[in-house]
């Protein structure tokens, strides 16, 4: 056993002793930590382990080779060694990507904020289709879709649309959908063929629990209306819609989708709450650099991520400067090939920066 080895198995323990003396309803926040750190050194120590055995496979199957060359069994031997190096170098890149600093949001529920930009009803209709998009891609990874609130238009589109995305995960799959998205296409409206340029932009927030952020009540100003339908006519009598806002920042969240002004309150704070999470997270980050943004962009609004082009079936990512010719297969959710684009050049991109810093030191 490697001296690594004994430290995270070391480690381990530590760490169930610590959980086991503390209280979930008092020390809710420091169980979040270590069970991520211990999920963490697992997943490592597994690897490990696993090398370990293959390391020690292949010194015996040297050491028969070694016995006896000339053995009928040799080539057999030989071809073992082939199968069990290629899964050795497997094991060790994983190991590699094990090592690099997680996030600590990868594992929380988001909310996804799409938001109609340039282009009238043609952004709106593609809001419409991110969220269309977004759905079945959650649905694949076995996560749940949970809408807030949405602003839909009358002829199908969203003005704008928050929702939920439940699930161990979720961040993880989502987090560099954030910017702004292109689309370039005909319009159903357009007779005369022409191709129009639009944009939505998608914000995803890591949802916040009240251990994360802590927002006092007198903090907020909680206002009620008449929630209302298509052309602003009320639909509801009683002031059911709630608008929240967080004074110290200034930051609003509202919902008016449920009959119950409770459900509309208990949606509000939760957006509002992910809001100021995220504030306070982009604040903490332009005092230090922070990798991820600079790399794989800071994935916030106003910076353009990806282009959908209809007539040549292409969608393009920017970041990474790569383009996949299966327009159709990803607005019906496979975004697979394309998330993994950017997670890989995202660990690819952190491993250099890793090694240059350590050959610095």
């Known amino acids: 056993m490697s001296l690594e080895t004994e430290q995270l198995e070391r480690r381990i323990r530590e760490i169930d002793e610590r959980i086991a003396g503390l209280r979930y309803d008092v020390d809710q926040k420091e169980i979040q930590k270590l069970t991520l750190e211990r999920r963490t050194m697992d997943s490592l120590l597994q690897l490990l ?46 190991i590699e990507e094990e090592r690099i600093p997680k996030d600590p949001d990868d594992d929380k529920n988001i909310i996804v904020e799409i938001r109609a930009g340039v282009g009238g009803d043609e952004a709106a209709l593609f809001a419409a289709d991110l969220f269309r998009m977004y759905s079945y891609y959650a649905a694949q990874h076995g996560l ?45 409206t357009e007779a005369s063929g022409r191709i129009h ?9 890591p949802e916040a629990e009240d251990v994360d952020v802590h927002i006092d009540e007198e903090d907020i100003k909680i206002e009620l209306f008449h929630a209302s339908g298509h052309g602003g006519q009320n639909v ?27 459900k509309n309150k208990e949606k509000a704070l939760k957006v509002l709450r992910s809001r100021v999470y995220e504030f306070m997270k982009e604040r903490a980050d332009s005092e230090m650099v922070n990798e991820r943004r600079s790399q794989i962009g800071s994935g916030m609004r106003n910076m353009r991520i990806r282009t959908y082009n209809f007539p040549q079936g292409r969608v393009t990512d920017h970041r990474i400067g790569l383009s996949f010719y299966n327009l159709p297969l990803i607005m019906e959710g496979n975004l697979d090939p394309v998330v993994d684009a950017l997670h890989r050049a995202f660990r690819e991109r952190t491993l250099e920066t890793s090694i240059l810093q350590d050959s610095d030191d």
Do not use: W
Request: net charge negative.
């Open 236 to 262: 509801q009598k009683v002031e059911t819609a709630v608008r929240m806002t967080h004074i110290p920042t200034g930051i609003t969240a509202s919902c008016q989708d449920e009959r119950s002004q409770l």
């Open 197 to 205: 340029t639009s944009t939505a932009t998608v914000a995803v927030l």
């Open 144 to 188: 749940k879709i949970e809408v807030i609130s949405s602003h839909p238009t009358e002829i199908g589109g969203f003005k704008e649309i928050v929702f939920s995305v439940l699930g161990v995960g979720s961040y993880k799959l989502f987090k560099f959908e954030s910017g702004v998205h292109r689309v370039q296409r005909v319009p159903t």
């Open 49 to 94: 382990t696993r090398e370990e055995s293959l390391r020690h496979q292949l010194a015996d199957n040297e050491a028969l080779l070694a016995e006896d060359p000339g053995s009928e069994f040799s080539h057999v031997i030989e071809e073992d060694n082939m199968r069990i190096a290629s899964e050795l170098d497997a094991v060790l890149s994983q």
